[in-house]
Structure formats: C-alpha cells, structure tokens
C-alpha cells in the first residue's frame, strides 16, 4: 500500500460528515483549509481557521457545539475527579508512617503492625494501585451501555463511602478491604478521561485538553503526601482520610455541572429529556435495545488487540513504574537515611509539585508545536505518529533522573539533590503522558474510552509491580545499581517508539479500525461518537 503523501485532500461533497475521522487517522489529518478543494468552503471551522475534525452536526444537542466555557468547566470536574484516585492513594504513603508504630488501631491509634510496616505499606498500596488500574476497564465499559454521567455519579458516590471506610476503619483487614474497594470505584475520572475530550473537544484542541488533564492526575500522588504529611504531623492519621472524604464530598457535588456527551450522531433528533433523567440513566435507557452490554464488555479486548495500543502500553508500563516506585519509597528512604519527620516530608513533597507544573507548562506549548513543525514537513497533514517525537527528549530526561536519584541516595547526597532530580523526573513523566494519550487518541478516535483505560491500567499496574519490588531490590543490590538498571530498562523502551515511528501507519492500516459494531464499518464511519 502507497503511503505517499498527496498535495491536498481528494476532491469531496461538503456535507458535515463527510470528514471521516478512520480516514484521517490512517491518511494523516489535514486542518488546514488551504489543502482542500475551494479552500474547504463548506466546511466548518474554528475561529481561528482550523477544519473541524469531526465536522459537528447542527444541533446544540451535540456536546462538539456546546460554549467553551461550558466545555472547560466540565474539563476542569473531570480533571478535579481524576486527581482524586492517585491523591487518596499518595495519603496511604505517609498515613503508614503513624500507623506503624501499633498492633492495632482504636480510635486514636493506627493499624499496622510494627514488625511488618514494609510488608503491610506494600500490600495496602499495591492493592489499592491494582484497583485503580482495573477501574477504568469497567468505567468505560459501562459508560458506553449507561452513559457518561450515570456511571460516573455511582462511582463517585461510592468513592464517597470507601474514604469514610478508610478513616473510620478499626481493624487492618478493614483497612485493607477499604483501601482495595476505594481504587476499584475512584478512578472513574481517570479511566475515563479521554472518551470526556472525545466527546467535548475538535482534534486539533486535543493535546492542549489532555494536558490540563493529565497534570492534574499526574500531580495528585505527589500533592497527597505533601497535604497528609502536615495533617499527620499535627494530629491522629485518621484526618489524613477525613480530608479525602471532603474532596471527594466535593467531587460528588460537582457531578451535577456534568452533562451527558455520549452523543448519537446517527439519530440527533432523539429527545436529550430532562437533567434528571441523564443523571439517573433513565433517558439512556431508552437506547439499551440498541446495545449489548455483552459486546461493550468486549471492546477493552479489541482495543488492547492493536499492536500500536500494545507497544504504546508496554513503553508507559517500563517508564512510569520507576517514577511510582521512587514515590511510594522516597518517604521511608528520608525518613530512614535522612532522619526526616512527617512535616519535613510534607516540605520535601514540593518537589512534585514543581516537577510536574514545569513539564504542564513545557508541553503546553510543545505538543503544538512539534505538530505545527511536522505538519509544514510533510505538506499540512499530520499523522499520529508526530505526537511521539516530544517523548525521545522526555525518556532521555527520565534515564539521568534514575541515574542521579540511585547515586543520590546510594551516597546520601544532600537532600536537595534527590529533590531537584526527582523534580525532574516529574517533568519527564508530565510530558511523556500527555504525548501518548494524544498518540493513540489520534490513532483510534473511535476507541477513546478504551484507549484512556488501558492507560491509565498501565500507570497503575506499573506502581503494582514497583511497589511490591522496590524496597527489596535495593536492599540487596543497593540504590545505585537498581536505578541504573531501571534507567537502562526506560532507555531500552525508547526502541518500540522507534517502531512505532517507523512502521506505525502501516501497521495501523494492516490492522484497520477498533470494529466494536457487528457491522462492517465502525461508529466513525456513521459518524457516531465513541461509546
């Protein structure tokens, strides 16, 4: 198959969805009008000169035509939720510091038992991580037969009881089961994410959505511990929780400035019906015939079947557990070396906040402009695979962070040391993770949902695995041999982007569409948003 890059766009008939978003992901997308027949009269664009990809229909039913303040507060709920799972999760790294020092815990006391802090920091972390990785998988599932806004306010609300369950727990098997139920339902904003953008946002709006996003779920585990190491240091670890159980409080209030945008396009004149009824999925009901929960259970599996979702995957996998791994053990690690109190942990945790801000603030503007670089290269079309470039950098960036970290502490550098290299690994991450989310939402728009799922399980099944090796590893090799060989191991996965850059599109031509339907053509075809 040719894969020669045409001077413009193949003359077509301007009616709105006649821009297939399959076509444009496997021929590359074209925003600029210039490119098409009668500088694209007739299609719709932005105000500042962009082809809308997809085309919206005309309608305020469809979520594509909403205002932008509208669409922007509901990004910033979503982002809001997000941060929830992981920030909940970083308060379990610092809470297990005071609850070492008991058997079991009363009203004023802790939970774990002094003698097996490190196995019972691993179990109740690495749990409450798996479940956060597992949650998305479901969310989307659901999401796609339910709706967006149903499945998102159950979540929440039992989000809501399982901190309360943490705070309030008298027992380490209840804390435990609490920990465990807690990441099973408070990834709904996580998981999700991606089918939310989809829904709201044109193609070349992406990069910018996901990264504000993205910093904010990237940021959480390390706000958590910051916050809870000052709550702790002043009173019992409980309030640890009770403060995760007023945000979540408010991220239950604010699902009602949340909308449905699961959005039919091949039948736009079905009633949307009142608030009420999208909330409690009474309307979407209406639709279930259509449907089989079956089949939408099914489409995690046909979008994890892609070789690009798969090496995409394995990449984040190898490259995000070490910066969950130096997380979840930065805190025993100073307060074992460097005699650290919980408020000077608290103190030291602005190393994540600055980390990640910066590598918000870099890819703000580079993801942009590495796609306006490569689109005047290859005569203003842009293929998914340009969103990788940005990710070399930000791997190589992500290897001398290892590097340092494992001397820093090997030779117990000054603290500032470890804090601006782990700043810096921070600043990798942030750009990396906006990158390949733009990627395989480029590549496969019609399987946003499942695409954000597997990521986010990647994260999260990464800090599964490092959580449970971390400690361990070092004690038997020592920091600076175990980071290097993580280092070694981020370097090695640099060679599947190469791949992916080299034979991506053909390998997404050889493999066609995520075909959830039972039809031959996908949603995208009929111009159907992802379920």
Not at 152 to 165: D, H, L, P
Not at 271 to 279: F, K, T
Request: include cysteine; glycine fraction near 8%; charged fraction near 15%.
């Amino acid at each position: 198959m040719s894969t020669s890059l045409p001077l413009e766009k193949s003359p077509v008939e301007l009616r709105a969805i006649e821009i297939h978003e399959e076509t444009e992901a496997l021929e590359g997308y074209v925003i600029d009008p210039s490119r098409y027949p009668d500088n694209a009269r007739g299609l719709k664009t932005s105000a500042d000169g962009f082809v809308l990809i997809p085309q919206p229909l005309d309608t305020d039913d469809d979520p594509l035509n909403w205002s932008p303040r509208r669409k922007w507060l509901m990004v910033a709920i979503i982002a809001y939720i997000a941060a929830l799972a992981d920030y909940t999760g970083g308060t379990a790294i610092i809470t297990v510091i005071p609850q070492s020092k008991y058997v079991r815990c009363d009203v004023h006391a802790p939970l774990v038992v002094k003698d097996k802090k490190e196995a019972n920091h691993h179990v109740i972390k690495a749990s409450n991580l798996f479940t956060i990785g597992a949650c998305g998988l479901f969310v989307v599932a659901l999401a796609g037969f339910f709706g967006r806004l149903p499945v998102t306010f159950f979540f929440q609300s039992v989000m809501v009881g399982t901190c309360v369950w943490s705070a309030a727990a008298t027992s380490f098997n209840s804390y435990l089961a609490g920990r465990i139920i807690n990441g099973f339902f408070c990834s709904v904003g996580q998981g999700g994410a991606l089918m939310w953008v989809k829904d709201l946002f044109f193609f070349h709006e992406h990069p910018r959505v996901i990264n504000y996003i993205e910093f904010s779920i990237i940021l959480s585990p390390y706000l958590g511990p910051l916050i809870t190491s000052f709550i702790v240091s002043g009173t019992t670890w409980r309030w640890g929780f009770w403060v995760c159980t007023i945000l979540a409080c408010t991220g239950w209030f604010l699902v009602f400035f949340l909308d449905e945008t699961l959005f039919d396009r091949t039948s736009p004149t079905v009633p949307r019906g009142s608030y009420i009824s999208r909330l409690m999925g009474v309307q979407q009901a209406k639709t279930w015939r259509q449907k089989s929960l079956i089949r939408t259970f099914g489409r995690p599996l046909i979008a994890i079947s892609k070789l690009p979702v798969l090496m995409i995957l394995i990449y984040y996998f190898l490259n995000f557990a070490w910066v969950i791994g130096v997380n979840t053990t930065v805190a025993i690690w100073l307060t074992d070396l460097y005699g650290f109190s919980t408020r000077d942990l608290g103190y030291f945790y602005f190393f994540g906040v600055v980390g990640v801000l910066l590598g918000w603030l870099a890819g703000h503007f580079l993801h942009d402009a590495v796609g306006s670089f490569y689109m005047r290269r290859h005569v203003g079309r842009l293929d998914p695979e340009a969103r990788l470039i940005i990710t070399y950098p930000a791997t190589i960036i992500l290897c001398l962070s290892l590097i340092a970290l494992g001397f820093s502490f090997q030779h117990q550098w000054h603290y500032m040391v470890i804090a601006v290299f782990a700043a810096t690994q921070c600043f990798g991450v942030m750009i990396v993770t906006t990158a390949i989310n733009a990627y395989l939402l480029d590549c496969y728009p019609e399987g946003s949902g499942e695409v954000s799922a597997w990521i986010t399980a990647s994260r999260n099944w990464a800090g599964f695995m490092a959580t449970y090796i971390q400690i361990e590893w070092v004690t038997q090799l020592g920091p600076a041999k175990v980071l290097g060989i993580q280092a070694a191991i981020t370097f090695a996965s640099l060679s599947l982007l190469v791949f992916l850059q080299l034979y991506g599109k053909q390998m997404r031509q050889w493999q066609g569409r995520m075909l959830f339907g039972a039809g031959k053509q996908s949603p995208s075809n009929t111009g159907l948003q992802s379920a």
